[in-house]
């Protein structure tokens, strides 16, 4: 009889496909070759991605108010490696990179810009897992939300790792790489009108 060290050593490491198989209804991501599931979002949450969301998609998507260029959207399933599979909370594809509009379960066209959203299920594994895969995958900018302390923390690649390019809290207003074409009141992303 295999111990369970041994069981779980034989165990196959998972990809997209076992999320694809997975009910529609479940929300999980594919991390170090494990299916984790995504825990529901708190309302803070929510409202934190679909403010940001909303924030860039007209003037980096549409053109309106800004100077367009990008495919943005939420929740989307990404495969980085075989078995590093991610659905971010926001992520973006520079058209002059990615011109066709990224299509099909998972994405596998490498984002340009990622930004999750903290929780206290997922905070360690954005600011651990995740943020060393972004890097090692070639994402330039990842931006971390942090409903609980409303804050921004805008990285950037480097060769070496992501470096902090600014940390902004409620009250600030910012020009965050790579949108650095108009401002942002960090406090939308936290419900300021």
């Known amino acids: 009889m295999l111990s369970p060290v041994a069981v779980y050593?034989?165990?196959?490491?998972?990809?997209?496909?076992?999320?694809?198989?997975?009910?529609?209804?479940?929300?999980?991501?594919?991390?170090?070759?494990?299916?984790?599931?995504k825990a529901a979002?708190?309302?803070e949450h929510g409202d934190a991605q679909s403010s940001l969301a909303g924030v860039l998609k007209d003037p980096f998507q549409r053109g309106r108010g800004g100077p367009g260029?990008?495919?943005?959207?939420?929740?989307?399933?990404?495969?980085?490696?075989?078995?590093?599979?991610?659905?971010?909370?926001?992520?973006?594809w520079r058209r002059e990179r990615v011109t066709e509009r990224p299509r099909?379960?998972?994405v596998?066209?490498?984002?340009?810009?990622?930004?999750?959203?903290?929780?206290v299920s997922n905070a360690e594994t954005d600011l651990g897992a995740k943020l060393v895969?972004?890097?090692?995958?070639?994402v330039a900018h990842y931006w971390i939300v942090?409903?609980?302390?409303?804050?921004?923390?805008?990285?950037?690649?480097?060769?070496e790792g992501y470096v902090v390019l600014l940390s902004a809290g409620r009250r600030d207003r910012v020009r965050a790489a790579p949108f650095e074409d108009i401002e942002i009141a960090v406090g939308q992303l936290f419900g300021e009108a």
Request: aromatic share 8%; proline share 8%.
């Open 9 to 37: 050593a034989q165990k196959p490491l998972a990809t997209a496909s076992d999320l694809v198989s997975l009910p529609d209804e479940v929300r999980a991501e594919v991390v170090r070759g494990v299916v984790t599931e």
């Open 41 to 43: 979002p708190t309302f």
């Open 69 to 92: 260029g990008w495919w943005i959207a939420t929740e989307v399933d990404i495969e980085l490696e075989a078995h590093e599979v991610y659905r971010p909370d926001v992520a973006g």
């Open 104 to 106: 099909g379960r998972p």
């Open 108 to 119: 596998r066209a490498r984002p340009d810009w990622v930004a999750e959203v903290l929780s």
């Open 133 to 138: 895969t972004y890097h090692r995958s070639g």
């Open 146 to 159: 942090d409903p609980e302390h409303e804050t921004l923390t805008v990285y950037r690649w480097t060769a």
